[in-house]
């Protein structure tokens, strides 16, 4: 049984999936074509998140939150029954709204109170939009709706003490039930019941005795005698749910007087009535064995959100490792039973390719319980978009696209902070400002839009902005400037883009608050580089800049090409490589004693000797048997990796290194293959790196290192 | 984990006894999950001599350690028919090359007699005490600390 | 006998919250999160006293209400609401199709329990 304690974060957690359907109704707000004509299910569906919110947090004392909600709930209330009309003043204020409460909600998360002045702006930006004076009043009718929240009806109870010494007055209250009042699950023994906590009760039962069978309102109604110190309107709540199925009358006496005989039967025990004479309207339900635990099938009544299981996340990484292992052993297996060939035949080799496509199957299934929808990242860039705006203070409009499809987790995690810089720059760089975007015959607003998609096996993230595009010439006289490229470098225009990427560049001729903050695109692209992706540009001047960012959909496997190096076997990213070539001797120049460079296609690529920087052998002479795999790194920057030979081109499960060992220099990870020894996956980043510090240096000085 | 640890001085825990090449060592059983026969290894670049490579257990991915060169009682040369003390010490799975495992004893605190001190060579840094039995002098491995600074001697190598 | 209840909210927490509560206090608790899946547990499970919230999606508190006295489930089980609200309109509207008590959420343990045996058959 959960405890208070894990509740709580059931509710924090709740808070988030109710903040983004309360984010979602937003984004679908703001599209609407007609503000007068809004869809009332978006409407619904935020009030309830909002609702929710609120009421959770009020059961943990939230009461930053409760308020907060409250102020929001109300207000999107009015928008319910059409008091108030949308427009874009009140989305965006919505907006912030939502913002702030997601905030209210981590705060809250860490038990820190928020800054009370804040709240107090914030609750009054929204009562501002309201429609009605009475909500207008501003923060001091939030202390109603907080005391509101303390019981109204049914809040009498059971351990009331009695009240002994009754100086009060004696109410005579007749009590004729109708067949309703059984019907909607009342209990006439139990309002008495609940009438006794007021004071000394006494209860008379009136039956008809020419009650008529066929009659079909119960044959059977009370006096009773309440002496009480409680007023009428205490008896009244009593009856308030039950009021309408049965005729009551209430009438007071003085208290003195004594109460009149009783008709027929008369019952001293204030809380029972005789049994017999209970209607047989009202069915008794004791008796019936309920199970409590309901199957947790349920028939569809209408559409259904989609059911979903938590699961602890070392659990499923635990089964992703596991089912690596499976896939590991079908290889191995299918390995060494066509290794020994005309064992089994043609049933065994079909076997083992059914047995081949379950384990993809499984193995297809079990990532997918990792993936997440990119939904929630998207939510969350809106809003860095909105803040960015409204720093810059220019006019924004944000779209999405493909917000369903689905990343692995940890890599939406690690997306959070490159998408944040690269969003903060297509609205603080990339768009241009309202007045530039006019003369320019373009609508003021500029628009950022974020997609993703999947293609071809990976994850396409683009941010493209209709901003002006990439300033080219500004881009390259900056790079100059800094010594970044040689002031005769020819570039083509995408190569000028690519600067950009460059460590330390920085085009923005005013230095902003906002994309600035030490980090550029160079840390964007490495980020990326390190989850095994690539980040291109694409610019168009005068209409805008597109930054694509392509991943693997999961960390657990890499798509690799498998070489033989010096006796060792390694697995290279297959994302990094640009191609393979066997050279000719003509291509190779050498320079200096040791370095090497091919030409391919009128640029000189450095040579890297793979077997040199992980020392394991002499380097040998490449230019007749050798193969050149041909990489870029994150930089742009191409290199020619020497291997022996090219065995395999297949995915490979990552193994960590880190985790029983320690980093190893130039590798990246392990991995195990199909003949189940552990071949090492490069880390050409770390290799390019190495050879870019000191290009001068010789391809020894890796030796060296080692 | 350490035995130094252990509150009652004549508490009894296990020990695992081993060769290398002629010398006799121990370490504690509880640090042991299995020992295996020797399985080609991938070389790990830049490791440390005594680092012979990784190995697949199972699937994960287990560096194996010679014991004899981690120790400075030289490079083991007969791996194929040495055998590996898989150990897992602090959550890592880390292989020990040994010429033998012969036994496993009971011993409590008392019994163990502290390290001379003969100056500070590299074979008895890891060593934290010695047990004298019948005919063979046992040294006691501090293999805790023997694995913890298996990636930091990298570096001084 | 235990007494069965059934509490339906469309937010875990209220659910895992009411469950705690109750589970605590000696009742069977039942729980669905909409009116629909409400309507389904009634039958399945034949409460003895329903908790439902208003603000549902699916079906809501009221359809849920309706649903059951519409006789849908043929029982005549008592009906306790628990809302955040406590607009006179909203609970003229709920007593009228047959809810038969309401509850102003946040609740508390004593409140809750006692509303709950105040409306039991038992």
Known sequence: MASLIELRQVFFQECEEQLEDLTDGLTALEGSEDFSNLDPEIINRMFRAVHSVKGGAASFSLDAITQFAHAYESILDELRSGKLTLNQKIINTFFTSADYLTDLVSLGAENVEPIAAELESKIKDLSALSGSMKFGAGVSEEDDCIAAFTPLALSGEMQFPPVEDVNGSVFEIYFKPTLDLYANGHEPVQIFRELSTLGVLEVQCKFDRDFKWDQAEPAIEWHLVLSTNQSESEILEIFEFSEPYAKIEISSKVADITVSAPIESVSKHPASTPTMEKPNAAPDPAGEVHSAEPSAIRSAISAAPKATVRVDLDLVDELINLVGELVITQSVMTQSITEQDGIGGRQLSTTLEDFKSLTRTIQEGVMAIRAQSVKPLFQRMARIVRETAQIAGKEVRFATEGEDTEVDRTVIERLVDPLTHILRNAVDHGLEDAALRSQAGKDRIGTVTLSAAHRSGRVVIEVIDDGGGVQREKVLSSAIEKGLVPQTAQLSDSDIDRLLFLPGFSTAASVTNLSGRGVGMDVVNSEIRRLGGRVAIISHPGSGTTISISLPLTLAVLDGMVVDVADETMVVPISAIVETIRPDTSQIHQIGPAARMIAVREKMVPIIELGAVFGCAPIKNHTNDGILVIVEDDKGEHFALAVDKIRDQRQVVIKSLESNYGHVPFVAAATILGDGQIALIVDLDEITHQVSVDQSRSIQSIEAIA | MKIEDDSSNSEKFELITFSIGSQDFCMDIILVREIRGWTNVTMLPHAPKDVLGVMNLRGAVVPIVDLSARLGLGVCESKERDVIIITLIEKKIVGFLVTAVSDIIELSQTDIQPMPQMGGKKENQFVKGIYISDNKTLRVLDIASLAASMTTAQESV | ?122
């Open chain 3, 1 to 122: 006998m235990s007494l069965s209840i059934l509490a339906v909210d469309d937010s875990r927490t209220m659910r895992d919250l009411l469950r705690l509560t109750l589970e605590e206090a000696g009742f069977l608790v039942t729980t669905a999160e909409d009116g629909a899946d409400g309507v389904d547990k009634v039958i399945e499970n034949k409460p003895d006293v329903i908790i439902t919230d208003i603000n549902m999606p699916v079906m809501d508190g009221f359809g849920l209400i309706e649903a059951v006295r519409n006789g849908v489930c043929g029982t005549s089980v008592p009906i306790l609401v628990l809302s955040t609200e406590s607009s006179p309109e909203l609970k003229d509207r709920a007593r009228n199709i047959g809810a038969t008590g309401w509850i102003v959420k946040p609740f508390n343990d004593t409140t809750l329990i006692s509303a709950i045996r105040r409306v039991a058959r038992v």
